[in-house]
């Protein structure tokens, strides 16, 4: 059984740092890319970032410069720094894993 687990949100003032995390287990998780996404109220969910078992990572073009995604095969965990974050970067933050396994999420609320 695949188990995708996220934590680190909370409420963050902007400008303000959180670190994520998505501990994953039941699966290689090694051999599968990683994605993070995320829900804003109201909104769609859409895509954030992306991690391969090679350690490519691609980005949405509003966090780039700001999010940093990384993983650590050893404890099947991946992290996203999230720095500088923006009001509009509230929302519930979801693990994706190997497309179709995904966490329950995790909010983020930045506010002044």
């Known amino acids: 059984q695949v188990r995708v687990v996220e934590s680190g949100g909370g409420l963050v003032q902007p400008g303000g740092s959180l670190k994520l995390s998505c501990e994953v287990s039941?699966?290689?998780?090694?051999?599968?890319?990683l994605a993070w996404h995320r829900q804003a109220p109201g909104k769609q969910r859409e895509w954030v970032a992306t991690?391969?078992?090679?350690?490519?990572?691609n980005y949405r073009n509003s966090v780039k410069g700001r999010f940093t995604l990384s993983r650590d095969n050893a404890k099947s965990t991946a992290y996203l720094q999230m720095d500088n974050l923006q009001l509009e970067d509230t929302a519930i933050y979801y693990c994706?894993?190997?497309?179709?396994?995904w966490g329950q999420g995790t909010q983020v609320t930045v506010s002044s």
């Open positions: 994706n894993v190997g497309v179709t396994n």
């Open positions: 039941g699966l290689d998780f090694k051999m599968k890319a």
């Open positions: 991690i391969g078992g090679g350690q490519n990572t």
